[in-house]
């Protein structure tokens, strides 16, 4: 469900291992992209569950990859789409957001922010309610083709945390984690997904934005190391028995555009 940047290229690698593959796209001129590519296509709008075709989940597994900012009703109709998929298995893409900062490496252990101040924490626990059968991701800000991270900063002046370790992930890393969880059945998880390296916030978008031809940022040198987050990836990689992908990170910014 939301066959976009990450779900489009999850639905190809899951299609190489002959998985039939029901995909939902908010846009009709997308429908012959989906089909195409092997997929039984679908317009799915999660604001309009009056319009929502059925066949869509009529699968074994579901994967939700719809952020809430593409919902003006997220919640309550997340709620109603997991009505329709209480007896499937239910892969979740949630984020690192949903983490309080702390001072020592956050696992899948680590605290997370109030549901009064997170949709995402709503929503994972919805679908931990209505699907037990249900494994969450949380990934570490993505990056990869078509979103390179140096225009995220670019220009900007006395930006604050310029030694605080950056979290991310790749696009192949997170396509690769998610496959693998639904190939080996992993249902009752919760995984963070971030690569092991953790270049400080001023090297990586410095870095980032000279790459691209654009202006750096500057740094607010004066900012003490307060309030943030180191994500810790490693339970799913040794997990599932995988390795993220080892290039160093200012090797890798280079490859994408």
Not at 20 to 28: A, D, F, K, Q, V
Not at 132 to 158: D, Q, W, Y
């Amino acid at each position: 469900m939301g066959c976009g940047w990450l779900g489009l290229p999850l639905a190809g690698h899951l299609l190489s291992w002959h998985y039939r593959i029901n995909g939902s796209t908010t846009s009709e001129e997308k429908l012959s992209l989906l089909k195409k590519w092997g997929i039984r296509p679908f317009l799915f709008d999660l604001d309009q569950p009056e319009k929502w075709n059925e066949k869509l989940f009529q699968s074994a597994v579901i994967v939700i990859n719809i952020p809430p900012s593409k919902s003006n009703n997220f919640l309550e109709n997340l709620k109603k789409l997991l009505s329709f998929c209480q007896d499937k298995k239910i892969l979740f893409v949630s984020s690192t957001s949903v983490y309080s900062s702390s001072a020592f490496p956050i696992t899948e252990m680590g605290k997370t922010l109030p549901e009064s101040e997170s949709k995402l924490v709503k929503a994972e626990n919805l679908v931990r309610q209505y699907c037990p059968a249900s494994t969450v991701v949380r990934p570490a800000g993505l990056i990869g083709p078509g979103r390179p991270p140096g225009r995220f900063l670019a220009g900007k002046e006395n930006v604050s945390g310029a030694k605080t370790p950056v979290n991310y992930v790749a696009l192949e890393d997170l396509v690769m984690v998610c496959a693998e969880i639904i190939g080996q059945d992993k249902w009752g998880y919760t995984f963070n997904v971030a690569n092991p390296q953790h270049p400080t916030k001023e090297e990586f978008y410095t870095e980032s934005a000279k790459e691209i031809g654009l202006v750096p940022p500057g740094f607010d040198p004066e900012q003490s190391l307060d309030n943030f987050k180191l994500v810790d990836g490693n339970a799913v990689a040794a997990n599932l028995q995988l390795v993220y992908h080892d290039i160093p990170w200012n090797k890798y910014i280079k490859s994408i555009r």
